[in-house]
Every structure is written in C-alpha cells, then in structure tokens.
C-alpha cells in the first residue's frame, strides 16, 4: 500500500509562488503515477499535474502549462510542485495521489489514484 502526505501550503499574493511537496511511502514503484489535484471553491477536483515516480512522463493541465512543474526528488522521496505566477483562480485545496496507472490519457481520472492525501489550502489573494 501506497501513502502520501502533502505540505507546503499556505497564503500568497497575486504572482507569488509556492511551493508544494509529497511525501510517498509504502510500496510504490517507478510505474506509480503521482498526481496532484487541486478543488477550487465550489468545483470539482481536477488534475494540476502529474509524474511517474521514475521522474517520467510528466503531465500538466492546461490551467497550470508553463506556470507550474512537477518534479521528483529521489533524495527526499517527494514529488513537488514549484507553483510561479500564482493567480487567485489557483486558490483551493490541493491533494496528492498516487496510483498505478498504464496510460497517460488516463493521468487526470480520479478514480484511477488509489492513494490520496489530506490536502493543504492554497490561497492566493488579488
């Protein structure tokens, strides 16, 4: 079994950064997709981005595309997501998931993430 624990969170002004990091332990393996999904005020969880634990085949949502990365740190066992330029549209409860997933078109499909975090709250102000 797969957990991941989320943090780095928190306040930050309109074109601010943030910086957002997942702790996975258990049995995860290089072809485990971790994810990261963010539900904005009144709207459903949707993708943001997404990597194999290899550090492969990264994925972005439009939302996110040259603002965001996602990255692995072999070192610290994390998958992070460097958030630049933040707006107030990114402001939700980000989570992380991971899952074993074959196929790239199926990276933003929730129920294929059988592991998931608690979240942490972004806020970016205006």
């Known amino acids: 079994q797969v957990q991941v624990v989320e943090s780095g969170g928190g306040l930050v002004q309109a074109g601010g950064s943030l910086r957002l990091s997942c702790v996975a332990s258990g049995r995860i393996f290089s072809s485990h997709v971790v994810a990261w999904f963010r539900r904005a005020p009144g709207k459903e969880r949707e993708i943001v981005a997404a990597?194999?634990?290899?550090?492969?085949?990264?994925y972005y949502a439009e939302s996110g595309n040259g603002r965001f990365t996602i990255s692995r740190d072999s070192l610290r066992n994390t998958v992070d997501l460097q958030m630049n330029s933040l707006k107030p549209d990114d402001t939700g409860d980000y989570y992380c998931?991971?899952?074993?997933?074959?196929?790239?078109?199926?990276?933003?499909?929730?129920?294929?993430?059988?592991?998931w975090g608690q979240g942490t709250h972004v806020t970016v102000s205006s």
């Open positions: 990597v194999r634990w290899s550090g492969e085949d990264e």
């Open positions: 998931a991971a899952g074993l997933i074959v196929r790239k078109m199926h990276y933003p499909v929730r129920s294929m993430y059988t592991a």
